[in-house]
Structures are given as C-alpha cells and as structure tokens.
C-alpha cells in the first residue's frame, strides 16, 4: 500500500497570512495512464469532507483561487495564499493512483 | 449531484447492518463509486469502491471478506452490506463518486456496541 505522510500536524496562522501543507507518497504517483492521481480535501468542524484540488494542481469549482496545489512524483504541496477565517478545518491528502486509496493523516489549520 | 446515504443504526459485534446510497443529479451508471468511513475524532480511511458496471469491486484489507460493495444502476443507488461487524467499524460513512473523491454524501454514523 502506498503510505502518504503529511506535515504538519498542525499549522497556526495569522489571518491573511500564508499556509502551507506538505504531503509525501511512499512511491511515485504517477500512473501508467502519465496522470498523477493526487487529491487534497478540506473539512470544517462537524462538516463531511469536501474537495479542493484534484489531478495534483486542478481546482475544484467553487474553490478559491487562494487555494492551490502543486508538486509531482512523490512530494506534493498545497498552499494557502492568505488565510480567512473560513479555512479553519483538517486538511487531507489522498492517492488515487494505486488501490487501496489512501489518505495522510490529515493538517489542523488554525488562526493563531 | 446529490449522495444521500441511508440505513443508520447501532448493531452488536457480530452483527450485520446494510448501507444505501441514493445518487441523483449525474448519469451514475458512468461512475466509479466509494464508500469512506471516519471514526469519532479519527481521520478518513477508504472501505470499497466499485466499477462503474458493477463487474469489480476493491476492498481495504480490513474489510475484506465482511463487507460487500454493490450498485442497482436502474436504481442508481449504491450499497454496503456489512456482516461480522466489529467495533472498530464504528465510524460515519460517506457514499463518495469517483476515485479522486469528487462529491460527497453528508455521511452516517454506524455504531457497533453490546
């Protein structure tokens, strides 16, 4: 299975100011079809999961522009341009290129 | 698109309890489908998913054996029959589309206690 770790654990930020979260694959995402299977999900307090990006660097409709990802192979990144208040909530990574699906452990984003 | 899960309870260990997921808004026959659970104050693991045809199914290893994923495309409704339930099954599970976990339902909560 490949293992996705993601740091921090946990990321007090000042409002307006930028976020980041990394995640790292045990092995390279990148599948036979030359698409890299990499999502980044967001969920506020007491809410189901929602999606942010897809396919690494696609972001989902409605999402903010302040909100992007990027990376490839094995290390991956999603940045926060400025924070709102709005954003609080567990971050998670996951891999769709291999079977199972797995997650990272998740990011706690918080206002300081 | 809309997911609406369905078929909450709280069952013993060793019993069994049957999930559904009614899809509307999308053309469900075309999509890969997923069930995701989450335990109380846990993070998101991934349980099943199933073809878009309904002719394969994947499980994660704790699951297999006891859990079965399958789809009524006429109904466009997706299920998860879970037998020899054990309480680390306690979780809220989400009805998910697509593999990169697109849309998803609000979730229900499956609680295993005696």
């Known amino acids: 299975d490949i293992v996705m770790t993601q740091t921090p654990l946990s990321s007090p930020v000042t409002l307006g100011q930028p976020a980041s979260i990394s995640c790292r694959s045990s092995?390279?995402?990148?599948?036979?079809?030359?698409?890299?299977?990499l999502t980044w999900l967001q969920q506020r307090p007491g809410q189901p999961p929602r999606l942010l990006i897809y396919?690494?660097?696609k972001r989902f409709s409605g999402v903010p522009e302040r909100f992007s990802g990027s990376g490839a192979g094995t290390d991956f990144t999603l940045k926060i341009s400025r924070v709102e208040a709005e954003d609080v909530g567990v971050y998670y990574c996951m891999q769709a290129t291999q079977f199972p699906l797995t997650f990272g452990g998740g990011t706690r984003v918080e206002i300081k | 698109v809309q997911l609406v899960e369905s078929g909450e309870g709280l069952v013993q260990p060793g019993g069994s309890l049957r999930l559904s997921c009614a899809a509307s808004g999308f053309t469900f026959s075309s999509y890969w489908m997923n069930w995701v659970r989450q335990a109380p104050g846990k993070g998101l693991e991934w349980v099943a998913n199933?073809?878009?045809?309904?002719?394969?199914?994947y499980y994660v290893d704790s699951v297999k054996g006891r859990f079965t994923i399958t789809r009524d495309n006429a109904k466009n409704s997706l299920y998860l029959q879970m037998n020899s339930l054990r309480a680390e099954d306690t979780a809220v599970y989400y009805c998910?589309?697509?593999?990169?976990?697109?849309?998803w339902g609000q979730g229900i909560l499956v609680t295993v206690s005696s």
């Open positions: 396919y690494t660097s």
């Open positions: 998910v589309r697509e593999n990169s976990l697109i849309y």
């Open positions: 092995q390279s995402l990148v599948h036979s079809d030359g698409n890299t299977y």
């Open positions: 199933i073809k878009p045809d309904g002719g394969k199914e």
